[in-house]
């Protein structure tokens, strides 16, 4: 039996120039979860994902080719687009699926920015925009501290 899963790429506005290659059976937003609880000052967030199968062979041919810019353990020294590029030329066609949560190759976005998701409060719904990895703890308008996060929203943010 093949194993299904997601090879990721993570980024943090702390460290501007490195980015996170690794991969997961679970969902990779659950994986910057935990990363963000390690006491850094901005949230780790999920910038590109693919869902494949056989995950940590990808990942690993992924990481051999980028050895050269190998910071430890998984973090690399290299452009988000140039990650997503070795891992989709890794992949080939065997894609199950594939999501871009940043700005890939775009010098003038702010790729933090863009990655938020929308949040509804169940009280007023409000809706109130944040990263998945952190979401908002109560809302802004009633101060309810229920907030869900908008099911099936895949959209770009709005302008503001």
Request: glycine share 6%.
């Amino acid at each position: 039996m093949r194993i299904r899963g997601w090879v990721y790429v993570i980024t943090n506005a702390s460290m501007p120039d490195l980015v996170k290659i690794g991969y997961s059976t679970k969902d990779p937003n659950l994986r910057a979860g935990e990363l963000s609880s390690t006491g850094i000052p901005h949230p780790y967030m999920v910038a590109y994902d693919i869902h494949v199968e056989e995950p940590r062979e990808i990942e690993q041919a992924v990481h051999d080719q980028l050895k050269h810019k190998n910071e430890g353990k998984e973090w690399f020294r290299c452009s988000l687009a140039e990650a997503v590029q070795r891992i989709r030329q890794t992949v080939g066609t065997r894609v199950i699926y594939e999501h871009a949560w940043q700005a890939i190759g775009t010098a003038d976005a702010d790729p933090h920015e863009s990655a938020k998701v929308p949040f509804i409060c169940c009280y007023c719904g409000k809706e109130v925009w944040s990263w998945p990895s952190n979401p908002p703890k109560k809302c802004p308008v009633c101060k309810v501290y229920e907030m869900d996060r908008k099911s099936g929203y895949d959209g770009p943010r709005p302008e503001r």
